[in-house]
T-cell receptor, first 114, second 114 residues
Framework: DQQVKQNSPSLSVQEGRISILNCDYT??????FLWYKKYPAEGPTFLIS?????DKNEDGRFTVFLNKSAKHLSLHIVPSQPGDSAVYFCAASLNTGTASKLTFGTGTRLQVTL | NAGVTQTPKFQVLKTGQSMTLQCAQDMNHEYMSWYRQDPGMGLRLIHY???????DQGEVPNGYNVSRSTTEDFPLRLLSAAPSQTSVYFC?????????????FGAGSRLTVL
């Protein structure tokens, strides 16, 4: 049962344009949502997060939007740069009382072309 | 500041062999966890620890053991390796168990079981 889904395995965008990465979830109890970026042969690195009580969070070129009624979040990158080419994982956090467990999506490979 | 250090980076095992993947962090983080990454499956939680002496199972714990004798170290043990355990393993840590806390990942350990 995939609670966090990234339905697009890959995305190609031209440099300077907007990249939009999507993520859907099923559990309404998730309290935080995070995006991680991963380059080959490296561990994932944190990009941006949003609390379930917010609908938007912005950090420079990166903006995350949360639509709780649709159980959908998206990551916007504007403008896209070649260095943004990586795999992006959406993750959702569930507080179990003793700890928060992260559930990751399957990832979307973004390629930014010149 | 080294962050999260994983060893070895690469390992080849034969079915039935045992081994330990090492993970150490120097950030005094209470929460540590192990994930595996498989194609099309994203990152899945194997085991986690909310502090020294406390461990719990994640999503895919079978075939793996963990212990947490110190705050710094969180080794992952494979007692009898199986081909299904061929994967890339990531150790991660965070200051606390809240979902708002960002995970810091190691660079990964690629394991092949023949």
């Amino acid at each position: 049962d995939q609670q966090v889904k990234q339905n697009s395995p890959s995305l190609s965008v031209q440099e300077g344009r907007i990249s939009i990465l999507n993520c859907d979830y099923t559990n309404s109890m998730f309290d935080y949502f995070l995006w991680y970026k991963k380059y080959p042969a490296e561990g994932p690195t944190f990009l941006i997060s949003i609390s379930s009580i917010k609908d938007k969070n912005e950090d420079g070129r990166f903006t995350v939007f949360l639509n709780k009624s649709a159980k959908h979040l998206s990551l916007h990158i504007v403008p896209s740069q070649p260095g943004d080419s990586a795999v992006y994982f959406c993750a959702a956090s569930l507080n179990t009382g003793t700890a928060s467990k992260l559930t990751f999506g399957t990832g979307t490979r973004l390629q930014v072309t010149l | 500041n080294a962050g999260v250090t994983q060893t070895p980076k690469f390992q080849v095992l034969k079915t039935g062999q045992s081994m330990t993947l090492q993970c150490a962090q120097d950030m005094n983080h209470e929460y540590m966890s192990w994930y595996r990454q498989d194609p099309g499956m994203g990152l899945r939680l194997i085991h986690y620890s909310v502090g020294a002496g406390i461990t719990d199972q994640g999503e895919v714990p079978n075939g793996y053991n963990v212990s947490r004798s110190t705050t710094e170290d969180f080794p992952l043990r494979l007692l009898s390796a199986a081909p299904s355990q061929t994967s890339v393993y990531f150790c991660a840590s965070t200051p606390g168990a809240s979902g708002a806390n960002v995970l810091t990942f190691g660079a990964g350990s690629r394991l092949t079981v023949l």
